[in-house]
């Protein structure tokens, strides 16, 4: 490797990371300034907090924000049981029809209930849970890739531990939670991070699903304060985006390490 | 005792499976057979009419044409996405100042919504005002209006849907690059091979799993996620822009015209399934290490 090499490899590199924050970095500016200067870029514009004040009190985001965190709670509450159940019977147990049952859990890696909008919806209409909470999160409380994620790695688990378990008397549920569950728990931490992420980001269902302040999530509020587009300065609508994908982003920035790690595990299994 | 076996299981099972065949391979099989029934409108209930929704499927222009988008849109996407994640996988497998906060940049775009994205990039493209003219403002170009160009609208999303999925893509190529053994490239250098040659003979076959991994995951999100859509464009202008699950929607729930939401619902779920099938054998030649 020469230095020439080697140099060019780090401003190439420079180059499009740059490039890739730019999108961002605006995003920033202009929420942070005064909409004057959402297109002038002087070093002493004045800094200024009112675009995201003005944002919070325009829409009712505490709302939003609160929703979106009741949805995103359910959902990976109920997935962690419902996975790590079926998870354990596809791991450790033999019963007639289980790899048929297996491949049809599988092949929603590539039918999800994001396509079947449609038929889902009129599930949905039907079990009177149209603008529910509960209605966007039913869809996804089991999903097939958390099955396949977990029974990977109770797989793992030496046969051994769950005899003796056994031979101490623990029922099959006792075995699950004392033995396999603090086993996997970096799987649970990897698909927790993915989940989270997710459905605090999943929009076309919610937007289907709810139809007021008290249910909608915080993706659809934005697109909702967003596309009255009378009046409303970019500025404030930059201040509004940055808002909601905020938590987030903090917490990405704080677990960088994990995060990657995580939609790695996550995905290579 | 086997018996016993067999219940615990089907119980352990019983819970997920409930939720994932009510909401996935029940509505999967429902559609399908609502595809053949007309939509129930005011007095009028639905009723069988076999194959007539197909036949306006084949005969509906706008089906044609949010279908080449949806190819367009994923020729568009998948590759450019797909090189930048390999060129961001080894830029940052190699050791350098700064090389965390390169790799935080890379991947940043894959925690944010795609509706911020879509609100961010908005901006961007807003004709005379936005970023983009601003720039070629600098170089005498006059105003541009990308997204309202039927010409230009659908390159202006895959460019958001790049942005937003070359870093996600990066990880998995930066896993499979740390998995390759450093004696192969350290060989080959002393055989006196280039950089270039090291990646093309050894590097980049030996990351075909991933590639095809990769691959599969763009062509399914490429039908999946069309939040930008709603944003951007609304599928406009006259439906240059528009993706097969955007019209879904339109067709389904601004129009109400649930039995043939169900139709194209259909051809989506088919297309899925070829194209699985497809890349399965396309790659499964290619493929040696696994």
Known sequence: ?269 | MLTRQWVHGWLLLMPALTFIFLFTHIPAVVTVWNSFFSTARGRRPSVFVGLDNYERLINDPVFWKVLSNNLWFALGTIPTSIALAIAMALFVNRQFLGRSLVRMAYFTPTVLPLIAVANIWLFFYTPGFGLVDQILGAFDHGQTNLLGNPDTALAAIVVVSVWKEAGFFMIFYLAALQAIPPQLAEAARIEGAGGWTIFRRITFPLMMPTTLFVSINAVINSFRLVDHIFILTAGGPDNASSLLLYYIYETSFRFWDTAYGATLTVAMLALLCLLAIGQFFLFDRRVHYK
């Open chain 1, 1 to 269: 490797m020469t230095g020439y090499d080697r140099a060019l490899t780090i401003l190439g590199a420079a180059m499009l990371a740059a490039l890739w924050v730019l999108p961002l970095i605006y995003a920033v500016w202009t929420a942070v300034h005064p909409s004057e200067y959402e297109a002038r870029f002087v070093l002493t514009a004045p800094l200024t907090l009112a675009n995201f004040i003005e944002a919070w009190q325009a829409a009712p985001f505490a709302r939003y924000f609160l929703n979106t965190f009741v949805l995103v709670t359910v959902i990976v509450i109920c997935q962690f049981v419902l996975c790590t159940l079926a998870a354990y019977g596809f791991a450790r147990y033999r019963f007639p029809g289980r790899d048929i049952l297996f491949s049809l859990v599988l092949l929603q890696l590539l039918v999800m209930p994001d396509i079947l909008i449609v038929e889902n919806y009129g599930l949905l209409r039907r079990m009177g849970l149209v603008d529910t909470i509960a209605g966007i999160a039913l869809p996804y409380v089991a999903s097939g890739f958390g099955v396949f994620l977990i029974r990977q790695t109770f797989m793992t688990v030496p046969q051994e531990l769950d005899d003796a378990a056994r031979i101490e008397g623990a029922g099959p549920l006792a075995i699950l939670w004392r033995v396999y569950v603090p086993l996997a728990k970096p799987v649970y931490l990897s698909y927790g991070l993915v989940s989270v992420s997710h459905h605090w980001n999943n929009f076309l269902w919610p937007l289907i699903v709810t139809n007021s302040v008290e249910t909608r999530p915080l993706t659809v509020g934005l697109s909702v304060f967003s596309a009255v587009d009378s009046g409303v300065e970019w500025s404030v609508i930059n201040a509004a985006t940055l808002m909601t994908s905020g938590p987030l982003l903090v917490a990405f920035l704080l677990f960088q390490r994990q995060f990657v790690q995580s939609f790695m595990r996550a995905g290579i299994k």
